[in-house]
């Protein structure tokens, strides 16, 4: 049993191949381009989607406790600091534990999103004019052969892409932006399968979007984002009532490092408020399926589920992108006022 596994990756022949990392996609040049970004940001939707707070939680529970015990036992008299230090490597072993089982989900997730919009699992090539044999694409960069039906659309993507010093700065910014903290990670399709969820503001599929189906996400974006923005104008009252007090207590010290806190926590203060407000904060995984499936959309990864090619199998409607199985809210053609109002747009 080898401690840190690694996932076993093959290709759709079944022959071992390698795998582009998240890090690597979200720093491609390809990135000005709307289809593109929206791409990488379903995987990783996809990716937060396996963490589970146990996952996160425990290690870091082990660490923290495990260094305060040491610290007034074992390693009493020395600083926490070393304490901590010390229980480090087993707190991040644990985490590795507990995440190995995620690893070939990883790998399944990462195949899939990328190969529906035309993007070779394996590079990151664009898979698009690629002679197809056999049913299957081989990428022309390092080899690796996909199956033609596992890709849903191909794009030109660069066609948008700019190149100047300022970009990194700009996708940098483009994320905070799309930052969307606390929303719900998952949900159950209705077949009962657990799920990636949209976020709710629908950022980068807003932007990928073109028509109609453009509109239809901007109508749900405003349905989904009605729900709790009470509780987020609370939470936002909460922050400064525990915020201000720290900040005020290191101002009026006479040590420079306190000071430098204190102007450090102000900053800190207005930029969680801003993202609490912007965020997803009391708005469930019910109410985005709710609102996504009323505008026909898929819950799961935003595409259209209006088109005519749309496979309807008892009563479940099968999102062409991500394979989740939903069942309509309202019957097509039946008296609905969100789709008549969405059908009037020309
Ligand atoms: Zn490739
Ligand atoms: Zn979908």
């Known amino acids: 049993m080898r401690f840190f596994p690694r996932a076993a990756i093959l290709d759709d022949t079944g022959k ?7 890090w690597q996609l979200r720093w491609d040049e390809r990135q000005s381009d709307p289809a593109f970004a929206a791409a990488v940001h379903r995987l990783s939707r996809a990716l937060v989607a396996n963490y589970s707070g146990m996952k996160v939680a425990a290690p870091i529970m082990l660490w923290v406790l495990g260094g305060m015990f040491t610290s007034i036992t074992l390693l009493a008299g020395y600083s926490l ?3 901590w230090l010390v229980w480090a490597p087993p707190a991040l072993a644990l985490y590795w534990i507990m995440r190995r089982g995620d690893l070939q ?3 399944r997730q990462t195949i899939d999103v990328l190969l529906v919009n035309g993007i070779c699992p394996g590079c990151a090539y664009n898979l698009a004019g ?7 694409i081989g990428c022309s960069e390092c080899g690796a052969a996909w199956m033609r039906s596992r890709i849903a659309r191909f794009h030109s993507f660069g066609q948008r892409a700019e190149r ?3 970009r ?5 910014w483009e994320r905070v932006k799309a930052f969307e903290p606390y929303g719900p990670t998952s949900i159950y399709d209705d077949r009962s399968f657990v799920r990636p969820v949209v976020s709710p503001r629908l950022a980068w599929p807003i932007r990928a979007a073109e028509n109609e189906h453009h509109d239809r996400l901007v109508e ?3 349905e989904m984002i009605s729900h709790g923005s009470i509780r987020r104008l609370l939470t936002v009252c909460v922050i400064p009532f525990f915020a201000y007090p720290i900040i005020v207590v290191n101002l009026r010290t006479d040590n420079p490092l306190n000071i430098a806190l204190g102007l450090l926590l102000l900053p800190m203060m207005v930029y969680s408020g801003i993202f609490t407000l912007r965020g997803a904060v009391g708005i469930k995984a019910q109410h985005i399926k709710d609102a996504m499936l009323r505008y026909r959309l898929c819950p799961s990864c935003a595409s259209d589920l209006m088109t005519d090619d749309q496979p309807e199998v008892q ?3 099968t999102c062409p992108e991500c394979g989740a199985a939903w069942r309509l809210r309202e019957e097509p053609g039946s008296q609905s006022p969100a789709l008549d109002e969405t059908r009037s747009v020309p």
């Open 315 to 317: 009563g479940f409607c």
């Open 105 to 107: 989900r990883i790998v």
């Open 220 to 222: 749900a974006r405003e």
């Open 164 to 166: 100047s010093e300022t």
């Open 130 to 136: 690629l002679p197809e044999e056999d049913g299957l």
């Open 81 to 83: 600091l070393l304490s």
């Open 168 to 172: 990194p700065l700009r996708l940098w």
């Open 16 to 22: 071992p191949c390698e795998i582009v990392s998240i």
